[in-house]
């Protein structure tokens, strides 16, 4: 992994998928974006060409780079075509059997010298990695969202994840100009285990008229320095992601705090999921992430 620029492949064109690959492209390196749906394949292609079209608008990338980030993204549903990939990163739905279903397909498709990624943020990376011959090349990195955005990655180990493999996933990310935070491999990791309660809080004060979502936004960002408000990050979010992660930790935690607020059904049950549908808290007429 000491190559600056790689073959990377990213499994899942959803959110997630598509916020990784687009940070994948940005560093340089060429990527396949996999999706066993077509249709959702290119969404999630639009969505990274979206990324560059709006940071070349705002000047934050210049057209040639923005052109050129782009054309490094290309997509497929065959996972055979992920053969070449140096790295893969496995960014798709939550669902343990799926993802071990496709680790154990994944090797007798790339190298054993290939790194394997998990962006999971509820399931045992330990549990993911049994689904594979070589446990000891699987590593859990948990990008926040949303990833072309946000610096920070958290990096868990599961229980034969390999030293070797540990650094050279740590070197990766760094490379990607990523932070990292190494965390052990609980539900949750160390962000989620904070964020779901609290955003949950801030969506029961909302729903029990403490206050309008605006001035709690306003709150949190000019009293606690954050960039910008629990709604506004929501929506970027999207609130079925928020739904199915507080979900996963309250079943597998069994604490209150994490179990979505009614709020979060009816939205979601609407359709009002945040910028990507143009409605949520908010609404938006430009559904593109902003450009960094």
Aim: hydrophobic share 40%; aromatic share 6%.
């Amino acid at each position: 992994m000491s190559k600056e620029r790689n073959i990377v492949g990213v499994l899942g064109a959803g959110t997630m998928g598509s916020g990784i690959a687009t940070v994948m492209a940005r560093a340089g390196h060429d990527t396949i974006l996999f999706d066993i749906d077509e249709a959702n394949l290119q969404r999630g292609i639009d969505t990274v060409r979206g990324f560059f079209d709006k940071s070349v608008e705002l000047g934050k990338l210049s057209p040639d780079a923005g052109q050129t980030a782009i054309e490094r993204i290309s997509g497929t549903t065959k996972l055979e075509d992920l053969a070449r990939c140096e790295v893969v990163v496995e960014a798709v739905y939550e669902d343990l059997a799926l993802k071990k279903d496709i680790f154990a397909r994944l090797d007798s498709i790339v190298s054993e010298s290939a790194l394997i990624h998990t962006n999971t943020s509820t399931l045992s990376v330990t549990g993911i990695a049994s689904g594979s011959k070589l446990p000891e090349r699987v590593v859990g990195t948990h990008y926040c969202n949303p990833a072309p955005l946000m610096k920070l990655v958290e990096v868990a180990d599961g229980r034969h994840t390999a030293d070797w493999a540990h650094k050279a996933t740590i070197d990766f990310l760094r490379k990607l100009g990523k932070t990292t935070v190494v965390t052990k491999d609980r539900p949750g990791f160390i962000v989620n285990r904070f964020l779901i309660p609290w955003e949950n809080s801030c969506i029961r004060a909302l729903e029990s008229g403490v206050a309008t979502k605006e001035d709690i936004d306003a709150s949190v960002r000019g009293s606690l320095g954050h960039p910008m408000g629990p709604f506004r990050l929501l929506d970027i979010v999207g609130m079925d992601i928020h739904q199915h992660v507080a979900t996963r930790l309250y079943e597998q935690l069994r604490d209150d705090k994490f179990f979505p607020p009614p709020m979060v059904e009816r939205m979601v049950a609407a359709g009002d999921l945040g910028r990507k549908t143009s409605r949520g808290f908010y609404e938006y007429d430009d559904t593109r992430l902003f450009g960094s």
